[in-house]
């Protein structure tokens, strides 16, 4: 992960946490006095590590010398000394040696601001799931991100009060089979308003996961942020899929209606559009008769602009621009 010397990291005021700790392990500030057991550590896990998520491109870890692993140490404990990245080691509450590495890094992709990476010893394996999780509440919590990616883990676009909107996963489509197939939340989907077999459902999201990869964004996945629940789909796409003009969507799985859901997470669609992504103008499209979602662009501050033909039938169009 490389640094981005134009913008700040992290705002000027920002402490970064010197640690966190709990029962399983410790994190703190990498630094060269780590180097013997940081060294021990990964050279006895490359297996291991190549198959984490996050490490299958297989940029890292490849052979290195005790002494070149001490250059990068310092030169990890020089970006967290400058704010240009984080990284903590992780250690076993007990011996103290090095069980693993957090790494806190800016974001290459415009959609995120943040990137993590984690791995832990190939014989402490069993600890990557709960140092994942204790990480990512970390974050959350204690960190001023706006969106973290954790590449092969959990890709997160913006967080609103109540949702998360998040990379969509293949496994995605399961949950979404109770959005896709209620023929009343289709009503008003598509050209014609027909509910999905799980085999189209999950041939939709690999649509939207290529469409992601394509431009850089797509739909995303809408979750509950307390527990994770996927309860729709939110985000930007190409109009038809071809474009020009970029829509704003928001499609909920129908026990979340009527609680302002749709205006959160629609209000964020726009904000990643405007900010991050630097569109110039998003549209929102809806079959006339669909008035929760008409209501849904008023309150998110687009504007009628009239009616237009696409899906193959007649929409009414809403448009927002910058500012
Ligand atoms: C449309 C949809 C996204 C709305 O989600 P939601 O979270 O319930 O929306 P919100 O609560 O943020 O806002 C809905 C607004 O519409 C209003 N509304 C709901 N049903 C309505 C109706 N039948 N007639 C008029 N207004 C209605 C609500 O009162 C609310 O407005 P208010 O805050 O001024 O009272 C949701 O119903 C859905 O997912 N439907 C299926 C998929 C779909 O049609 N998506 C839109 C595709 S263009």
Known sequence: METDQRTPFVPDGFV??????????????????????????????????????????????????????????????????????????VLDPGSRSVIGCVYIYPCKRPLHDAEVLLWVRATHAQLDRELWRAVWEWLDRDWPFRSVSAPGRLEVVATTARCRLELLRRQDAEPLQRLYGDPEAMRFIGADGSV????????????????QQAHGFSLWAVADRNGGEVIGVAGLVLVELIGPDVEVVYELVRDAWGRGIATEVGRACLDVAFGPLGLGRVVALSYPENAASVRVMQKIGMRDDGEFEAYGRRMVRYVAEPG
Not at 75 to 85: S, T, V, Y
Not at 197 to 210: F, K, M, S, W, Y
């Open 16 to 89: 970064p946490p010197a640690g966190l700790a709990t029962a399983g392990f410790v994190l703190e500030p990498l630094g060269p006095q780590h180097n013997d057991s940081d060294y021990d550590a990964w050279t006895s896990s490359m297996e291991h590590i190549r198959a984490t998520p996050g490490y299958p491109d297989g940029s890292w870890p490849h052979p290195m010398t005790l002494e070149q692993n001490r250059g990068d140490l310092e030169r990890h404990q020089r970006d967290f000394e400058q704010r240009k990245g984080f990284t903590y080691t």
């Open 196 to 211: 999905r077999t799980p085999e189209q459902t999950a041939a939709g999201v690999g649509r939207l996961i290529d469409h």
